[in-house]
């Protein structure tokens, strides 16, 4: 099986050449894939000529126009018509291609998505579902960004696509669901979250095991996440910003004296896998769950190792037909009419 991905080369902030060089080493990990790379085709031939590839596996789209953070989302996908990004939704949208990647403006992403490819038939809000890395290996945070404001019955929705996308991408069966709270007591929260949690316990199809406060989250109490996106963005927000600072902080610990280097030298490997397993830019970005076609959002700086694990995420996607398995669970529900 072939599978087709676009990646937006002006979207983020490092530009083509960081787009380029993932691209090229994503295609050797990955024999069954061919890329579209949307952007200015000068500066992409440039780009190429340094590396050996198979020049049948990409194909790159000339495009003259770029929408950037500045430019209103909604009215730069309708005026843009010849930028990166609406070009690469749209070979998504005409089935030329199957997913599509971008570090781009989130807001142009999630506009695009919805008017070019599409909500399937039957789902209420499309949301962004990133993994975030755990003590237990991965969560899916479920929405980040996507639906500031949601209603109950569309946070069942979500925990039903999340508990999918993880069944078939992670590979956890039966996974539990947590709905983000300010205490374990199901009396405890907000409107959204009061109204919400009956509706969750009354589910069948999912194994939802209560709430959640954010301080177990690292600690991989749930396997999805599930919250409307303003809570959703503040988390993953303080996850990457709270990892940074922990980060740096233990670098400036194990170099600020003679022992400690020599400390570091001793366990440098075991140190650096233990930190590899929280390297978020190794889980790929974040897919937009219940779309028409895959549309996934990486980190706007983000760099190679992000664009590669992102082309291996659509590739996973696609393979398992989680899009269809998405709309078939609700279906068969009755969430989904025909």
């Not at 990990?29 to 590396?51: A, C, H, I």
């Not at 599409?118 to 809000?125: H, P, Q, S």
């Not at 003679?258 to 974040?286: D, E, P, Q």
């Not at 990486?298 to 659509?314: D, L, M, P, T």
């Amino acid at each position: 099986m072939s599978v087709n991905i676009v990646i937006d080369t002006l979207g983020g902030d490092n530009g083509a050449p960081v787009c380029v060089g993932g691209a090229v080493k994503g295609l050797k990990e990955n024999p069954d894939v061919k890329l579209f790379l949307t952007g200015r085709k000068t500066e992409l031939d440039q780009l190429l000529s340094k590396y050996k590839y198979d020049r049948n596996r990409i194909e790159v789209v000339d495009c003259s126009e770029e929408i950037t953070c500045h430019d209103a989302p909604v009215e730069a996908v309708k005026t843009k018509k010849d930028s990166s990004l609406v070009v690469g939704l749209t070979l998504v949208k005409e089935g030329k291609a199957d997913a599509f990647i971008s570090a781009g403006s989130s807001g142009a992403v999630l506009a695009g998505g919805s008017l070019i490819v599409g909500r399937a038939k039957g789902v209420k809000r499309t949301p962004l579902a990133p993994l975030i890395p755990t003590t237990e290996g991965m969560s899916l945070l479920i929405d980040c960004g996507a639906n500031v404001d949601a209603k109950p019955e569309v946070l069942v929705q979500f925990a039903k696509m999340g508990s999918i996308y993880m069944e078939n991408i992670v590979g956890i069966k039966n996974p539990k669901v947590a709905i983000v709270n300010i205490g374990t007591e199901e009396e405890k929260g907000n409107a959204l979250v009061k109204e919400t949690f009956p509706l969750l316990k009354a589910c069948t199809s999912i194994n939802f095991v209560g709430s959640i406060e954010s301080r177990e989250i690292p600690f991989g109490k749930a396997d999805v996440i599930l919250t409307e996106a303003f809570v959703g963005n503040v988390i993953l927000k303080l996850y990457e910003g709270l990892s940074k600072m922990i980060l740096k902080e233990i670098k400036g610990a194990m170099t600020s004296t003679v022992r400690s280097k020599i400390g570091a030298l001793m366990t440098k490997k075991s140190l650096k896998a233990t930190l590899s397993s929280f390297n978020a830019s190794n889980k790929g970005g974040a897919p937009l769950l219940g779309m028409k076609g895959l549309v996934v959002k990486v980190h706007g700086n983000s760099k190679e190792e992000e664009i590669i694990s992102a082309i291996r995420q659509c590739r996973n996607f696609v393979e398992t037909d989680v899009s269809g398995k998405i709309i078939r669970g609700l279906r068969d529900e009755g969430t989904v009419r025909e």
